[in-house]
Structure formats: structure tokens, C-alpha cells
């Protein structure tokens, strides 16, 4: 069932929702915009949104929450909408992709904890294009399908599969080949 | 693992794909998930707008304070509503503010709504118009003609609702005006 709500939300199951799927929608939030304030910001945009106004499914377990794809969705439009909000900030994200470097936030725990092949792949995965990156980040963490990952980013399904290939492909150049043997 | 490509994958692929699969996105930490907790958690508030100062295409809202509030508030009421026998209606009510405490009492909106330019973004300030339903007592029956036809008057009493909110100041007024008007119903016997 879909239902849409301006009900104030109830805190145990967002905590239970976001603890669980939070990780993986800061690390999105984190590939879609430059900065780690604006992923925050983007974040918070997002689920502000997806939870008091947008669409709640209810699960088997009679529990109401957002799904998934519907949070990566609402997490892409709050970053295109951050972007266009200021001509500046949008400029400077010109200038990233035009840079074409990885920021400077750490996506990985793994990274953190100074694994050293993880850092490897991390920055390998940040040098990424971003429509490589986005496809790659909603299929690993996001444990989309194929289908969802087009809809959320309003792509062929065909065009989300190739892209998650080329992209492999493109780390895997990358990446030291004798590592991976 | 979520494994769906078009065409069949090499080792080394496989052996990339599940090395990413390894790897752990960051927890967002205490203060973040604590920040979003209570944006998502508080009960709702009014819907955001975008800024009036941004925009440039807003009227300012400014409340005025005024010796007299209910009759500057019943003559708010008549410009607002066009209608007739609005101030003769006489009780009004401004008041009923939610915060500001000092400036709300007293305060009744300075410009029409109606100035608003055509065309051009909403001011933040939302005018709600409600009605109550009919209520009223039979006058009788008064003969239109000679035979059947009839009609029965009601003194139909209602009460109108005008608010206008502010979300800027989260603040609102509220005027409550009673209207008493004859209502003919014409009935027919058979």
C-alpha cells in the first residue's frame, strides 16, 4: 500500500529505517555532491522529504517506510536542486568534474582503517565519471536492480547495465592488474 | 550479491566486483544522524517556501498594531470579503496568535492580498477561507401567488473564517465574522 502522510514520523522506525540503510545513502549522497556539507545538506533535504511528504510503502510486517529506490531518487533530485540553487556552487562543480579529481571525503570504512587496497579502489572509484560512479555505487551498495537503477536515474535500462560494465572495466585499467590475480 | 550484467563476466571482473562488494560506506556519525532525526521526527511544521528576501517578488507582511482591533479588523473584513453587511455584522475577533506573543494581539494585516502583482510568486502568506454550515429558523410561509406556490424564509446565520498565515514569523490572524441573511425557499404543494 502507498500512502502519502504529514503525520509527524514516528523516531523508532526512522532510527530502525536509517540505521540500516544510512551508509549507503550518505555514500550516494556523498558521489552526487563536491562537498561533505552538502551531502549532509542533501541528505537531510532527502529525508525530510521522502518521510513527511513523499511515498511511504507498507511493508509485510505492516511497517511504513520509504523504499529504497524511492530514497536514492529523492537523494539525486535534492542534489540536482542544492546545484541549481546558487550559480556559484554549481560553477565550482563545473570546475570539479571538469578537474575531473576525487574529492577529498573518505566513502570507506575499509579506507579509514588504512587498507591499503581499499584506498586503492576508493580513489580509483572517485576518479570515475560521475554517471559511471552513480551506477556503480546504486548497484554494489544500493543493492539496486538494473530496473531500479535506470528509474532512479532516469536512464535505459540497457544504458545502466552497459555504464556498471564500462565502469568495472575502467577500474580494472585502473587498478593494478597483478592485484586482482 | 547482486549480480545481473547483460553479458557474462570475466574473472578478474568477478574478482573486482566482490572486492567493491567488500568494502563498508562510512556510518554517518552521531551528529549527523541525530541532526536528521529531529528534521525528520518533529511534528510537521508549516511546508517550506523558498526565502521572501530571495525571491524580491514578494509583498512585505506587517502587522500593525491598532487602538480599536475589532473594528479595524471588521473593516479589514469588508475591503477583503466585497461583500455586503460584513461590518454590520459586528462581532469580529483578531487575535489567536501563535508566537510573537508582544506584537500579535491587536494586529490586523496592513495590505490586501489583492495587491499582489499578477503573475508573480505567492507572498508567504496563506489566506484560508472557511464557512460553517447553514443554520437558521423558518419564518413562516409567505404566499407568492394564489395558489400553490409558496415560499418559506429562513434567517440563515453563518460564520465566516478568514486567516492568512505568515510561515516566516509562524504567526497568524484570525477573524471570525457572523452574517445573518434572509434566505427564500420557494416550496410547492402538491
Known amino acids: 500500500m502507498t500512502t502519502t502522510t504529514e503525520e509527524p514520523v514516528p523516531a523508532s522506525e526512522w532510527r530502525n529505517w536509517f540505521n540500516t540503510h544510512g551508509p549507503r545513502l550518505l555514500l550516494f549522497a556523498r558521489q552526487q555532491t563536491r562537498t561533505a556539507e ?29 523504499s529504497l529506490a524511492a530514497a536514492f531518487t529523492q537523494i539525486r533530485r535534492s542534489a540536482i536542486d542544492l546545484a541549481r540553487k546558487n550559480i556559484r556552487r554549481a560553477n565550482r562543480e563545473t570546475k570539479a568534474l571538469e578537474s575531473d579529481e576525487p574529492g577529498d571525503v573518505v566513502w570507506f570504512k575499509d579506507t579509514i582503517e588504512a587498507d591499503e587496497r581499499a584506498a586503492q579502489i576508493e580513489k580509483a572509484l572517485q576518479a570515475l565519471p560521475d554517471y559511471y560512479k552513480e551506477v556503480v555505487i546504486l548497484k554494489i551498495w544500493g543493492e539496486l536492480t538494473f530496473e531500479q537503477i535506470a528509474e532512479t536515474l532516469d536512464i535505459p535500462m540497457n544504458t545502466a547495465a552497459s555504464r556498471y560494465r564500462y565502469a568495472l572495466e575502467k577500474l580494472r585499467r585502473t587498478l593494478t592488474p597483478a592485484k586482482l590475480a | 550479491m547482486n549480480l545481473e550484467t547483460p553479458e557474462p563476466m570475466d574473472n578478474s571482473l568477478r574478482q573486482l566486483e566482490r572486492e567493491l562488494f567488500s568494502l563498508t560506506p562510512v556510518d554517518p556519525d552521531r551528529r549527523l544522524t541525530a541532526c536528521l532525526e529531529r528534521a525528520v521526527c518533529a511534528p510537521a511544521q508549516i511546508p517550506r517556501r523558498a526565502p521572501a528576501a530571495a525571491s524580491g517578488t514578494t509583498l512585505p507582511f506587517k502587522w500593525k498594531r491598532v487602538v480599536a482591533p475589532a473594528a479595524a479588523a471588521v473593516a479589514v473584513v469588508a475591503v477583503l470579503s466585497g461583500t455586503e453587511g460584513s461590518s454590520s455584522a459586528g462581532k469580529s475577533r483578531a487575535g489567536d496568535f501563535a508566537a510573537g506573543g508582544g506584537e500579535a494581539e491587536g494586529a490586523v494585516l496592513e495590505r490586501p492580498l489583492s ?43 453563518q460564520t465566516e473564517h478568514h486567516l492568512w498565515f505568515n510561515p516566516e514569523t509562524n504567526s497568524y490572524i484570525q477573524l471570525s465574522v457572523p452574517r445573518r441573511s434572509p434566505v427564500k425557499a420557494v416550496v410547492k404543494f402538491h
Open chain 1, 38 to 66: 552538502d551531502a549532509e545538506d542533501v541528505l537531510q533535504d532527502a529525508m525530510v522529504r521522502l518521510w513527511r511528504s513523499g511515498m511511504i510503502e507498507m511493508t509485510e510486517d505492516g511497517v511504513t517506510e520509504p
Open chain 2, 115 to 157: 495587491r499582489r502583482p499578477a503573475g508573480r510568486e505567492a507572498a508567504p502568506v496563506r489566506p484560508v477561507f472557511e464557512r460553517e454550515g447553514l443554520a437558521g429558523r423558518s419564518m413562516g410561509l409567505t404566499p407568492v401567488s394564489d395558489n400553490a406556490w409558496r415560499t418559506q424564509e429562513f434567517d440563515a446565520r
